[in-house]
């Protein structure tokens, strides 16, 4: 049982304009066997949040903690986290040239582990897990991300979820940009790793409709940085209802309606 | 890899358009007509005692109008203003240019299947000057100044099982000249691998002739010491329904400037240029290629990719490629690719395509420059690879592209293993 502890995060970023303050005291704790998920209109900070606890380096946290079962996030460098037990899937996955996807998953395999994996078993649980999610054999072959359809991308990264088993998951806009196959297939990954017991999900998105296939626990409504209400899965089913208006804190806000499944 | 400049072109297939609509990229040149455009690229025997090309009203843009010659006199002295030599250091080329070549050329061992036949011959042996001309002054002053050149024959329709080394191995920094002729005879199917090595001065002459039929892959491998300076004129004579596959590997030295040109004489005629290069603080590496299709349906593919780290570090690439107007069918490409490890590197990458008739297969070319890629690394860093892995693992794929292209398998590993050692060189 593990716990990713998020409390009073302050997140700016630096801009030719100065800087900028995007998240404003972020307060959230998730347990192994949980799946909170975040909502909120464009802007709101919602990759941001995600690509802090991952590490990027043009984020910078200005107050506020960020702990996996007490050790200091904030204190590891991004490949260390990633041993730790995070794993980001990317709302935008980029392509690296030169870098095949079998080579690729078994380096990472083998510094999340400690150790290489047995190249038979290994080949096999990598076939295997591409195949549930219909991801052609060929792709091992290519470059990481490279070429790969928006959705293609996403399979790719949910692949590595089922791969790596991490402690956390966390999914930046999984979704989007996934016709209802591809959602399906995708969710039921999610569903499969989540299912092991060893794992806790932070779900990003911006629309309820995954919410149909991944049943949150929690749902944390985010705007302009901040978590505005929060609630159990009839939350979500509001703002399938009502949108984000009624959030609108004012000129800055965010006034984008949510459902659009 | 971010790309910084890209430009990619393709060509389609036959149109009557004495020039292509569109190509308006720097360094292209394109002239519809052009008065040295009918000459054959070598006429053998007599080439020898004149010079030629060049000549009143040929642009100087145009490949096919350089001067050529085999005398030293007909070469002005260098001020490093010209088109080929803009890019190059002249006075680290330490007299190559400027200085009578006395020195002691570097010693050369051949090992290989004893089909092949080695020898050491004069100057006024017949096979010198079958393949090469000098196209400037550096060649001509190794052409000027050699007393003996070792001749490499691979019997006509010997197929070798394994390579042909020749090691090159310097000595000392003394100006020194150098002279190689490769014969493939018809039909034959060789892999020569020229390593050079140790410490030199040398401005070097290959000549390589592929005769009909035959099959022949020169590996020039430049694993120099730090203060050598080399270079190295490889020009290939391609007879009908011949291959040559020519890699260039320049990894070691402080000034390496290899000029390859391949020449096609005949019909069916297929070149493969390969290059690969690592450009560490301080180093100059050079490559400046020329690809002419003479004759009618012949086909080139060029592909040189190289990475650069540390202050200085210095690669230059210039790929010319000539379609005359004969050379109806032709399918060329060429592309080169670099990518800088850290600031303080630079990357000159000039391709020029000139096509002279529309009746061709295909003719493209690309360039790209590009960084390490911080998302790159973030993404590799992000599934657990620490950083130092995560920049191998790029850089090693980028590289590898061209090492595997070899097909040479007790290469592939040395080369490897070469890159591995550049790449733990620095603070990566
Ligand atoms: N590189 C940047 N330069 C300037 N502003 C940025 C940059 N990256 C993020 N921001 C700003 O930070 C805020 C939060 O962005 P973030 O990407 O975290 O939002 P999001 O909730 O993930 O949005 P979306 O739903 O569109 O993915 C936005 O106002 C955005 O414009
Ligand atoms: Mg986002």
Redesign the interface.
């Known amino acids: 049982m593990s716990t990713l502890e998020i409390k009073d995060l302050h997140v700016s970023i630096d801009t030719e304009q100065g800087t900028k303050e995007i998240l404003k005291g972020v307060s959230l704790t998730i347990k192994t066997g949980q799946t909170h998920a975040i909502m909120g209109p464009n802007g709101s900070g919602k990759s941001t949040l995600a690509s802090t606890i991952?590490?990027?380096?043009r984020y910078n946290v200005t107050s506020g903690t960020i702990t996996l079962d007490g050790e200091d996030v904030l204190a590891m460098?991004?490949?260390e986290?990633?041993?730790a037990g995070l794993f980001?899937a990317?709302q935008y996955?980029?392509e690296?040239?030169?870098?095949?996807m079998t080579?690729?998953l078994r380096?990472?395999k083998t510094?999340?582990d400690g150790e290489a994996p047995k190249l038979r078993t290994w080949t096999k649980e990598v076939k295997d897990a591409m195949a549930q999610l219909r991801i052609d054999a060929d792709f091992a072959q290519r470059?990481?991300n490279e070429g790969f359809s928006g959705g293609e991308k996403k399979r790719v990264e949910i692949l590595?979820l089922e791969l790596?088993k991490p402690k956390f998951a966390i999914l930046d806009e999984t979704d989007s940009g996934l016709d209802v196959d591809a959602l399906k297939v995708v969710s039921e990954g999610v569903n499969r790793a989540h299912e092991t017991g060893n794992m806790g999900t932070l779900l990003i998105t911006h629309y309820t409709r995954i919410l149909r296939y991944i049943k949150p626990d929690f749902v944390h409504v985010f705007v302009d940085g901040q978590v505005v209400e929060e609630g159990g899965p009839e939350l979500a089913d509001r703002l399938e209802e009502e949108g984000y208006d009624r959030y609108a804190t004012g000129a800055g806000a965010a006034t984008i309606a949510a459902s659009q499944a | 890899?971010t790309e910084i400049t890209t430009e990619k072109a393709r060509i389609g297939a036959p149109s009557a358009q004495p020039f292509i609509n569109g190509f308006t990229e720097e360094g292209e040149s394109l002239s519809p007509i052009n008065a040295a455009a009918s000459k054959a690229p070598l006429a053998g025997e007599a080439v020898k005692r004149h010079s030629h090309g060049g000549g009143v009203g040929v642009p100087d843009s145009s490949r096919a109008g350089r001067l050529t010659s085999y005398k030293l006199a007909d070469f002005k002295p260098l001020t490093g203003l010209e088109e080929d030599w803009r890019f190059t250091p002249l006075k680290r080329l330490r007299g190559l240019h400027s200085e009578v070549l006395k020195g002691a050329a570097p010693s050369v061992t051949v090992s290989g299947p004893e089909q092949v036949t080695v020898e050491t011959v004069s100057r006024d042996d017949k096979r010198i000057g079958s393949a090469g001309i000098p196209e400037d002054r550096v060649s001509a002053n190794a052409w000027e100044n050699f007393s003996e050149a070792t001749v490499l024959t691979i019997p006509a329709e010997f197929e070798a099982g394994t390579e042909i080394n020749v090691v090159i191995t310097g000595q000392d920094t003394v100006a020194a000249a150098q002279h190689l002729v490769i014969v493939a005879q018809k039909f034959s199917k060789s892999v020569v691998v020229l390593d050079h090595q140790g410490s030199a001065v040398v401005s070097e002459n290959i000549e390589i002739v592929v005769e009909d039929g035959a099959d022949l892959t020169v590996v020039s491998l430049q694993e120099w010491n730090d203060d050598a300076v080399h270079a190295s004129s490889q020009q290939a004579k391609i007879g009908r329904d011949a291959k040559l596959k020519h890699v260039v590997v320049s990894l070691g030295g402080d000034l390496v400037r290899v000029t390859p040109s391949a020449r096609f004489t005949a019909p069916g005629g297929e070149a493969e240029m390969l290059g690969l290069y690592f450009a560490d603080a301080g180093q100059h590496l050079e490559q400046r290629l020329f690809v002419d299709h003479a004759v009618a349906n012949c086909t080139s593919n060029v592909l040189y990719k190289g990475a650069l780290q540390g202050r200085n570090a210095h690669a230059v690439w210039v790929g010319d490629v000539l379609i005359r107007k004969e050379a109806e069918g032709t399918d060329s490409y060429e592309a080169n690719r670099n990518l800088l490890l850290t600031d303080g590197a630079r990357a000159d990458s000039v391709p020029n395509l000139e096509i002279e008739t529309g009746l061709i297969k295909g003719a493209g070319h690309a360039s790209a420059t590009g960084r390490l890629?911080?998302?790159?690394l973030?993404?590799?860093?992000?599934?657990?690879?620490?950083?130092d892995?995560?920049r191998r693992?790029?850089?090693?794929?980028?590289l590898?592209?061209i090492i595997q292209q070899i097909k040479v398998p007790a290469l592939e590993e040395r080369l490897t293993d070469a890159v591995e050692r550049e790449l733990a060189v620095t603070n990566n």
Do not use: C, K, W
């Not at chain 1, 991952?54 to 380096?57: D, E, K, N, S, V």
């Not at chain 1, 690296?96 to 095949?100: E, K, L």
């Not at chain 2, 890629?373 to 790159?376: C, V």
């Not at chain 2, 973030?378 to 950083?387: N, Q, T």
């Open positions: 991952a590490g990027h380096p460098s991004v490949d986290r990633a041993r980001l990317m996955p980029v690296v040239p030169g870098v095949s080579n690729f380096t990472a510094a999340i470059n990481v590595q790596f | 890899m890629d911080d998302e790159h973030f993404y590799l860093m992000a599934r657990g690879i620490p950083e892995v995560a693992l790029v850089v090693r794929g980028f590898h592209e």
